[in-house]
């Protein structure tokens, strides 16, 4: 028989870390995306305009919805096996990749477990039920439901925040026509704590449980499909891809769960190759770097605009050659690096270091 509680233990049983179950109902909190994107918010990010209707009630992503059932998925990998046990190298070394991505494709991975949930469930249950997965692309706001199926509350960052295993984990989940009992949703425990607000180097949570996004790391690095605002590029700091910093600082990831679940443990050195060393590869090196992982959502050209723009960020003169032989020099081994986007990325990143020259 099916129940919260025997699918909660399948769930764990296919690699997921916490599943829990929340009515397929129009909770307050699923009405704050309009007024989120009508403070500009949500910046170049127009899918989200185009599907807030959608996401505003799950019934509107699976008409037959009675239940959503959420799981969370432990990405977080030691330094150890995150290849931190290496001799300490110069921070401006070191880009930041959102851990993530280190891994493989979570879209993928989740689809595929959330697949087998419900093969699993199907072969339990007399009746045909309707069932739609939702991966982060889909039309869903997860935090919502994983607040309402005691998966964590949404902290002060808007990551959700579970107290024993912190912040590190992947929602998806399954919207269903079945009538399951619903778990508790879990009262807030941030506190008076501020430090993620008081962390992110570019002021984009701008309140409590408010994030603006176009002042957002992950948005300028990932989102941002042009040019990065000139302002804004210094603010990239070491970010290639996305950022982790107000969830590195939070009190609940202090000690995190660290998994050992092999689709999340770091896969072709993305996590610490050198910004110099990246921008040099050829482009069929580049994809290599970024396939079968998150970062498949940027183009190539995209990820050497970011290159450009932390290895301006380095300050270090001596990386300025660097940026006039893309591709290790091979002619044509680095189109990307050729469209106006990179150019213009890459003229920035000569001037800046120019200037940290003539100051040193």
Request: proline share 6%.
């Amino acid at each position: 028989m099916l129940t919260t509680a025997t699918i909660a233990s399948h769930a764990r049983q296919l690699g997921f870390d916490l599943c829990g179950v929340a009515a397929a109902a129009s909770f307050p909190e699923l009405a704050h995306l309009k007024e989120w994107l009508s403070r500009g918010y949500g910046g170049e990010m127009a899918y989200l305009h185009k599907t807030a209707d959608t996401r505003a009630d799950i019934r509107q992503f699976l008409p037959s919805a009675r239940s959503v059932i959420v799981t969370g998925t432990v990405y977080y990998t030691d330094a150890q096996s995150a290849g931190h046990g290496e001799p300490p190298r110069a921070p401006a070394a070191s880009p930041a990749i959102a851990r993530y991505a280190w891994g493989e494709d979570y879209h993928v991975v989740l689809a595929a477990r959330l697949g087998a949930l419900i093969n699993w469930m199907r072969e339990q249950h007399d009746e045909p039920f309707d069932a739609a997965i939702f991966v982060d692309k889909h039309h869903v706001q997860e935090r919502v439901y994983a607040k309402h199926a005691g998966i964590g509350w949404i902290g002060k960052n808007t990551c959700v925040i579970h107290p024993e295993i912190g912040s590190w984990m992947l929602l998806a989940g399954v919207a269903v026509s079945l009538d399951l009992v619903p778990d508790a949703p879990m009262p807030d425990q941030c506190g008076a704590c501020t430090l993620c607000i008081d962390s992110c180097p570019t002021g984009a949570i701008v309140d409590e449980h408010e994030v603006d996004a176009t002042r957002c790391i992950s948005y300028l690095t990932i989102e941002i499909k042009g040019s990065i605002p000139e302002e804004q590029r210094g603010d990239v700091g070491q970010h290639v891809f996305g950022c982790d910093i107000c969830q590195e600082v939070c009190p609940y990831n202090l000690a995190p769960l660290a998994t050992i679940d092999p689709a999340w443990q770091p896969r072709g050195g993305r996590h610490r190759a050198e910004p110099v060393e990246l921008w040099r590869r050829r482009d069929h090196e580049l994809h290599a770097l970024v396939q079968g992982s998150a970062m498949m959502r940027t183009s190539l050209s995209q990820l050497r605009r970011n290159l450009a723009v932390v290895i301006g960020n380095n300050a270090d003169p001596r990386a300025a050659s660097a940026l006039d032989s893309p591709g290790g020099g091979v002619p044509h081994a680095a189109q990307s690096a050729e469209t106006p986007l990179v150019r213009e990325h890459a003229a920035w990143a000569r001037n800046r270091l120019a200037a940290a020259k003539a100051e040193g």
